[in-house]
C-alpha cells in the first residue's frame, strides 16, 4: 500500500468469565479430507464423518489449513452441532488446546472458553449459554505467530453419543483468524477464510457435502464453487457409496462425489445430496446456501500519526474497472468510513481536509464476498491552543480604572469646596 502508516480495526472479543482449560488425553484422529488447491486458508473439522455407538465419545478436531503467504497469531471459532432439543443426539463434553498451532506457553492465554452445558459462560452473546454450541478463542496478542503454508490444530472438542440411531451436523458457525499485524503501526489484521463441516451419524446411509468456493472468500453469484459428497458413508462400513445425485435448487442437477457449480444469481438455494449404497440403502440431506452478490466493502479508520481518530477527512477512491471511477465519503466522528458494493480490484485511496497536511495514496484490494479492514495514519496539523479570553480582565480592569477616576473627581471636587469655604470665612472675620 505504499508509504504509510497502517492501523486495523480491533474485533472486541468477549472475555469470558471462566477461563479454566480442561484438558483431556484422547489422540487426535488423522484428518479425512479431500486435499485440494485452494487460494484461502481454511477452518475444517478432521475427520469429516464420525459413526459410533451409544454411550461412546469421539473427538472432533479443529483444523486451520493456513495458505501460503498468510500469518496468524489469534482465532476466534464457534460450533454449532445442531442438535434437536431437549433429545439431543451428541453432547459436547470437553475441549482441548493442548497440541495447538501456536504452541504451548504461557503467553498463549484462552480469551473465551464456553462449552456449555460443562462450561457456561457469561457473555454479551446469548449462545455462549446454550447447549449445542461451542465457542473458543485465543486474542491475536497471546500467541506466537505462525506463517502458511501449514496445517495444524486450533482445538479439540470431545462429544458423547447420547441418542441411538440418529445424526448430527456439526458446522461452522463463525470463523475469525487474525495476526497482530507488523510495523509501527501494528494491529489486528483478519484474513479471509472459508470453512469445512462434518457429520455424525449412527443410523443407516448418510448424506453428506461440504462446499467450498474456489475464487472467492464466499458464495456469491458468477463464481464456481466445489460441492464435495466424500464424507457421505453407510453406517455398515463394507458398504461404499456407488450414487450420489445433486440439486441445486437452480434447476441445475448433476452426480458424482465432487461436482463444481456456479449460481448466476444472488439468492437463498436449497441444495438436496441423495446417495445409494452398493446394498441400495439410501440417504439425503438437504442444506440452505445463501449466494451473495459479487461485489466486496472497505472500511476504513483513519487517523494521525499520534493514533487519534480524525473526523472530517474526505477518501476519495478510484478503480479504473469501475463503472462509477471515483467514490467519495468522509470519516465520521469515530474517524470511520464504508464504502459498499464495490466491484472486486485493486483502488487507489487519496486523502483531503482542513488539517491533513500530508498523504500519501494508498491502495487497497477489493474481494468478492469479503471486507476488507483497514485503517490508515496521516500527517496532520496539530490545532493551535485555544486563545486566552482576556475581555472580562479587560472589563474589570476598565471598570475599576472608571471608578478610581470617578472617585478622583469627587475627591477634588470636595477639595475645592472646601478651599473655597475657608477663604469666604476669612474674609468675614477681617470684615
Known amino acids: 500500500m505504499g508509504r504509510r502508516s497502517v492501523e486495523f480495526l480491533k474485533p472486541r472479543w468477549v472475555l469470558a468469565a471462566c477461563l479454566l482449560l480442561l484438558v483431556f488425553s484422547v489422540p487426535h484422529l488423522s484428518p479425512v479430507r479431500a486435499a485440494s488447491a485452494q487460494p484461502f486458508s481454511i477452518v475444517y473439522l478432521s475427520p469429516v464423518s464420525y459413526n459410533v455407538t451409544s454411550g461412546s465419545s469421539f473427538i472432533v478436531n479443529v483444523m486451520l489449513n493456513l495458505t501460503a503467504g498468510q500469518s496468524a497469531s489469534g482465532f476466534n471459532v464457534k460450533l454449532n ?9 451428541v453432547i459436547a463434553e470437553n475441549v482441548s488446546y493442548s497440541g495447538n498451532i501456536f504452541g504451548d506457553t504461557s503467553s498463549n492465554f484462552v480469551s473465551t472458553e464456553c462449552v456449555p452445558p460443562i462450561i457456561i459462560c457469561q457473555t454479551a452473546d446469548p449462545t455462549d449459554a446454550e447447549s449445542g454450541w461451542v465457542h473458543f478463542s485465543a486474542l491475536p ?11 495444524k490444530l486450533l482445538f479439540s472438542v470431545a462429544f458423547y453419543v447420547e441418542n441411538v440411531r440418529n445424526s448430527s451436523l456439526i458446522h461452522i458457525d463463525t470463523a475469525d483468524v487474525a495476526n497482530a499485524g507488523s510495523g509501527p503501526f501494528a ?18 446411509v448418510t448424506a453428506f457435502f461440504n462446499y467450498l468456493p474456489t475464487d472467492t472468500p464466499s458464495v456469491v453469484a458468477g463464481h464456481p464453487n466445489r460441492f464435495d459428497a466424500s464424507g457421505s458413508f453407510a453406517n455398515n462400513s463394507s458398504a ?15 452426480s458424482g462425489p465432487i461436482i463444481p ?25 438437504h442444506r440452505m446456501l445463501t449466494v451473495g452478490f459479487p461485489l466486496g466493502a472497505l472500511l476504513l479508520a483513519i487517523f494521525s500519526l499520534q493514533k487519534v481518530p480524525q473526523s472530517g477527512v474526505l477518501v476519495r477512491i478510484f478503480n479504473s474497472s469501475n463503472v462509477l471511477p471515483f467514490e467519495n465519503a468522509t470519516t465520521d466522528s469515530n ?4 464504502f459498499n458494493n464495490l466491484s472486486p480490484g485493486v483502488y487507489t485511496l487519496a486523502f483531503s481536509g482542513p488539517t491533513v497536511k500530508h498523504s500519501n495514496n494508498a491502495t487497497e484490494t477489493i474481494l468478492a464476498g469479503w471486507t476488507t479492514q483497514d485503517s490508515v495514519g496521516l500527517e496532520v496539523d496539530t490545532p493551535p491552543p485555544p486563545v486566552p479570553w482576556y475581555g472580562d480582565i479587560v472589563f474589570l480592569g476598565g471598570l475599576g480604572g472608571a471608578v478610581a477616576i470617578f472617585g478622583f473627581g469627587l475627591f477634588l471636587r470636595r477639595r475645592s469646596m472646601r478651599q473655597k469655604l475657608r477663604a469666604k470665612r476669612a474674609s468675614l472675620k477681617k470684615k
Open 261 to 285: 457449480h456456479t449460481f448466476q444469481s444472488p439468492g437463498t438455494y436449497g441444495v438436496t445430496l441423495n446417495v445409494t449404497d452398493v446394498n441400495g440403502g439410501k440417504g439425503s440431506i
Open 141 to 151: 496478542e497471546s500467541g506466537n505467530p505462525v506463517n502458511g503454508p501449514l496445517s
Open 81 to 89: 452441532y445442531g442438535n434437536p432439543q431437549p433429545d439431543p443426539v
Open 335 to 338: 474517524g470511520q468510513v464504508a
Open 187 to 204: 494491529t489486528t489484521q483478519f484474513i479471509p477464510i472459508v470453512k469445512e463441516d462434518a457429520i455424525f451419524s449412527n443410523s443407516g
Open 240 to 254: 461404499a457409496i456407488t450414487s450420489y445425485s445433486w440439486n441445486f435448487g437452480d434447476s441445475s442437477t448433476g
